[in-house]
């Protein structure tokens, strides 16, 4: 069993950054595929960024440029760095793990197919 817990969210103005963590904790192999979700009041959850076991990183189109996810995989702990923050970057940001196949490819946005996740973290941005 893998649990995951978010922090580092906030409110913030238009045009700044955040950094998001997410630890990891108990049975954590070390090729789960990860990501960072986000759902805004009102909308579906959408994928964010994955990042498989090699280090390798994708992004959806409307954050590329913008926001980085990384791992420390001594700490266990999963991040996602956000510059330029706009309004339409507010919501509930969440971080999920499963398998490794998952970050192979395009299939990293399917949320449904994450067994683990996070309570969520808030990330507000004002204008």
């Known amino acids: 069993q893998v649990q995951l817990e978010e922090s580092g969210g906030g409110s913030v103005q238009a045009g700044g950054s955040l950094r998001l963590s997410c630890a990891i904790s108990g049975h954590t192999p070390s090729n789960y595929c990860l990501a960072w979700f986000r759902q805004a009041q009102g909308k579906e959850i959408e994928g964010v960024a994955g990042?498989?076991?090699?280090?390798?990183?994708s992004y959806a189109d409307l954050v590329k440029g913008r926001f980085t996810i990384s791992k420390d995989n001594g700490k266990n702990i999963l991040y996602l760095q956000m510059h330029s923050l706009k309004p339409e970057d507010t919501a509930m940001y969440y971080c999920?793990?499963?398998?490794?196949?998952?970050?192979?490819?395009?299939?990293?946005?399917?949320?449904?197919?994450?067994?683990?996740w996070g309570q969520g973290t808030q990330v507000t941005v004002s204008s």
């Open positions: 999920a793990a499963g398998s490794w196949a998952l970050c192979d490819g395009d299939t990293w946005p399917r949320d449904d197919a994450y067994a683990f």
């Open positions: 990042i498989d076991s090699d280090g390798g990183t």
